[in-house]
């Protein structure tokens, strides 16, 4: 299975985004405030005590055109409808999808549930001293290979996903998101 690390497409499009101060006065009573700021680390399910909020968008500089995903805080996507349903049958299985609202219309945060293990993949690191300074290679277990995944490693902490997803994506003529076969690229190529 080809699997592709999933970046921001900042450069080319206004990324939606979702008010801090309103995530965290929903999450806080819940699962303080810490957690919910690492929520995407802490794999924790929200739907329980979930009220939608109210998407904008992010004016990255240069960029005109809107995005219909974005990635948001590591560990969560955020969708207008289009995207909702172009995805919802990759994204579903891993995690839960949440209602929220666009500008009046139904829009979505995926809180993706499947956090793999350190040792879901064999990392080679680059060291700076003690330091632990970039991941060189990484290389996912057969068995740890999913349409959608997140890890985290020593460096990073990272959105990945299979070609089922990629394929689905250009489908529906999505726009926000790009995707590397290089599971180490910081930047997409």
């Not at 680059?126 to 068995?143: C, G, P």
């Not at 990629?166 to 910081?186: M, P, S």
Request: charge should be negative; hydrophobic fraction near 40%; charged fraction near 25%.
């Amino acid at each position: 299975m080809t699997l592709y690390k999933v970046h921001e497409d900042a450069g080319g499009y206004q990324s939606l985004t979702l008010d801090i101060d309103d995530f965290l006065d929903l999450l806080d009573p819940h699962i303080g405030e810490a957690a919910a700021m690492q929520l995407g680390k802490k794999n924790i399910s929200i739907r329980a005590f979930w009220k939608p909020l109210e998407l904008g968008y992010y004016r990255n500089e240069g960029a005109v055109s809107l995005a219909d995903i974005s990635i948001w805080r590591s560990g969560g996507l955020l969708l207008n409808q289009k995207a909702f349903n172009a995805l919802k049958e990759v994204l579903t299985p891993f995690g839960e999808i949440l209602p929220c609202e666009l500008h009046g219309n139904p829009a979505f945060f995926f809180n993706c549930l499947n956090l793999k293990p350190t040792n879901a993949a064999q990392i080679r690191y680059r060291m700076h001293q003690d330091i632990y300074a970039e991941v060189e290679s990484i290389t996912f277990l057969e068995n740890e290979r999913d349409d959608v995944f997140k890890h985290e490693n020593k460096v990073s902490f990272t959105f990945y996903c299979s070609q089922k997803l990629v394929e689905a994506y250009k489908q529906a003529d999505l726009r926000g998101l790009a995707f590397t076969e290089n599971l180490i690229a910081n930047v997409p190529i």
